[in-house]
């Protein structure tokens, strides 16, 4: 990925798959010790190879995380972004990392569960804003903050679609702005097609999610990194 020209590598060792009617009973959660073991070899070796370039670990556990910026990862993207443990803010603070919060009221198992919206956009936008200020308060510096709405995480098919077109809406500008929407299942919704079989979806989520470039650095967390790449190449140069 990074040969083919990704800004960042993101190294994730526990799917956070929510369980739901599109995901059935969902990812099924792992050890600390399993989850280590699976990402810290991946990210040594990655820092080793690539010195300088940006790594991220998603990861939800403070140990992890502390394992992972001592092997070389620069940011930590924490999926259930609402509800982060303060001693994993406190940790990302001391280090100097990024941080991305995610939107994911309760977590991966009970999101679908805890969530339900009567202004998607506008709720999704103060609870990012209730967590970044909380993430502040324990030291994380408002620069190395992205937000995340959580794409599939405790939304219908329409919400996330309306989180895509207002993404300008969901944070103050000039806020980054992290979107995953990459083969996800809402994408599945419009042509009824497996994870592996989505790319022209997920790139129209792609050319919806850089429009909002124009309040916001956005990035973009995908599968197909080259695909996307020459996508975004050629709709810029379109709208040169």
Partial sequence: MADLGAAIVDVGGESTRPRGTAY?????????NEEAARVLP????????????PLSV???????????????????????????????????????????????RGTPTTTFEESSFS???GEVAADLAAARARAVSLGVPPEKI???????????????????????????????????????????AVAGRPANDRLPESLGAAAVAARAAATHPVLLRVHDVEETLRFLAALARAQS
């Fill in 146 to 188: 992205l937000l995340d709405p959580g794409l599939g995480f405790g939304k219908k098919p329409a919400e996330n679609f309306t989180l895509l077109a207002r993404l300008s809406d969901l944070a103050p500008p000039g806020t980054p702005l992290v979107v995953g929407a990459s083969r996800k299942a809402f994408l599945g």
């Fill in 119 to 121: 202004d998607v956009a």
């Fill in 58 to 104: 998603d990861t939800r556990r403070t140990e992890v995380a502390r394992a992972a910026l001592d092997a070389g990862a620069d940011i930590v993207n924490v999926v259930t972004g609402l509800d982060v443990p303060p001693e994993l803010l406190t940790l990302v603070a001391g280090r100097g990392a990024a941080l991305v919060l995610g939107h994911c």
């Fill in 42 to 53: 991946v990210i040594s070796s990655l820092r080793r190879q690539l010195p300088s370039f």
């Fill in 24 to 32: 059935g009973m969902g990812a099924q959660e792992i050890s600390s």
